[in-house]
């Protein structure tokens, strides 16, 4: 019995002593895990931990990426841009350069032509100028001429006062003005005797002048003549009647060609002096003899000379 009882403590006994051996051993198995699942958590945490941090830079990275790709794009276009505008300035230039070479070869091309041109306008300066000096010393003759027709007019007709006739030069022609008193009686066209005389000295200088042009002028007063059965209607009628009376004069009597001479009535339109006084008046009516040198050499000069 006491046999059994210690074979039973003693398989007891054993199989505690079993027991605590499993229990430390894994309780030690247990601390062991315990430690690693700690270190494995830290390392978990730490692997979260630099995965973060990884994914932040991914995003940083990706976020300068994509700027950086902009700025690469922005810099592209710059370049092509820029490149373009390179390729367009050196055209600009090559253009430019051809241009200027044309132009220098045309610059002297003009030169050439410019001075061909300044010569012959020297050379027809020079044919003006001498133009001018012949048309200057015809003027002077002719002006010289007209002063010597006035005294040789003036001279011829010394016997009349100046009340009857007046000579002057004027605009380069001499005028003889023949009053109405000398010539003719009141209304009428017909010519008196001493009037007739004065008309033919003036004629004999003519005759000396054959160059001379002459033009005979009747003028009027402003008052109106009125006959309406006669000849003469107005004053219209009565200067031209007593101008072309002073034409037959001159050319009968006279013995003027009669090709030199040009009759016309001017009525009361060119009066010298007012028609509101009697005095006027009677310097209104009037016969002019407008004497004029040929002018057709001087013309012809003024016709060269114009370009």
């Known amino acids: 019995m006491k046999w059994l009882v210690f074979a039973l403590f003693s398989i007891s006994l054993s199989s505690c002593l079993v027991t605590k051996k499993k229990f430390d051993a894994q309780k030690a198995l247990a601390d062991r895990?315990?430690?690693?699942?700690?270190?494995?958590?830290?390392?978990?945490?730490?692997?979260?931990?630099?995965?973060?941090?990884?994914?932040?830079?991914?995003?940083?990275?990706?976020?300068?990426?994509?700027?950086?790709?902009a700025e690469n794009e922005s810099l592209?276009?710059?370049?092509?841009?820029?490149?373009?505008d390179f390729e367009q300035s050196q055209k600009q230039y090559e253009?430019?350069?051809?241009?200027?070479?044309?132009l220098g070869k045309n610059s002297l091309t003009e030169k050439e032509s410019l001075s061909s041109a300044l010569k012959q306008k020297e050379k027809d300066?020079?044919?003006?100028?001498k133009r001018i000096h012949e048309l200057?010393?015809?003027?002077?003759?002719?002006?010289?001429?007209?002063?010597?027709?006035k005294k040789k007019i003036a001279d011829a007709l010394t016997g009349f006062n100046s009340n009857e006739l007046t000579v002057t030069q004027r605009d380069g022609k001499v005028y003889v003005s023949l009053s109405d008193k000398l010539l003719f009686k009141s209304g009428s066209f017909t010519v008196d005797e001493k009037g007739k005389q004065a008309i033919v000295k003036v004629a004999e200088v003519l005759n000396k002048q054959t160059e001379i042009g002459i033009v005979i002028e009747g003028h009027t007063d402003?008052?109106?003549?009125?006959?309406?059965?006669?000849?003469?209607?107005?004053?219209?009628?009565?200067?031209?009647?007593?101008?072309?009376?002073?034409?037959?004069?001159?050319?009968?009597?006279?013995?003027?060609?009669?090709?030199?001479?040009?009759?016309?009535?001017?009525?009361?339109?060119?009066?010298?002096?007012?028609?509101?006084?009697?005095?006027?008046?009677?310097?209104?009516?009037?016969?002019?003899?407008?004497?004029?040198?040929?002018l057709k050499e001087i013309f012809k000069i003024l016709d060269n000379t114009n370009p």
């Open 136 to 149: 200057e010393s015809l003027i002077a003759k002719k002006d010289e001429a007209v002063s010597s027709l």
């Open 95 to 102: 253009d430019l350069k051809a241009r200027m070479e044309a």
């Open 33 to 69: 895990c315990d430690s690693t699942l700690a270190d494995c958590s830290d390392k978990l945490k730490k692997a979260e931990a630099d995965l973060s941090l990884l994914k932040g830079s991914e995003s940083d990275l990706r976020t300068k990426l994509e700027k950086e790709n």
């Open 125 to 129: 300066l020079a044919e003006r100028e």
């Open 222 to 294: 402003s008052k109106q003549y009125v006959n309406p059965k006669g000849e003469i209607k107005n004053n219209w009628d009565l200067s031209v009647m007593r101008a072309a009376m002073v034409t037959s004069i001159m050319i009968t009597d006279g013995k003027v060609e009669a090709s030199r001479i040009t009759p016309s009535g001017h009525a009361e339109f060119f009066p010298v002096e007012s028609n509101e006084t009697p005095e006027g008046r009677s310097k209104n009516r009037r016969i002019e003899i407008v004497l004029s040198p040929d």
């Open 76 to 84: 592209n276009a710059k370049y092509t841009k820029l490149n373009g």
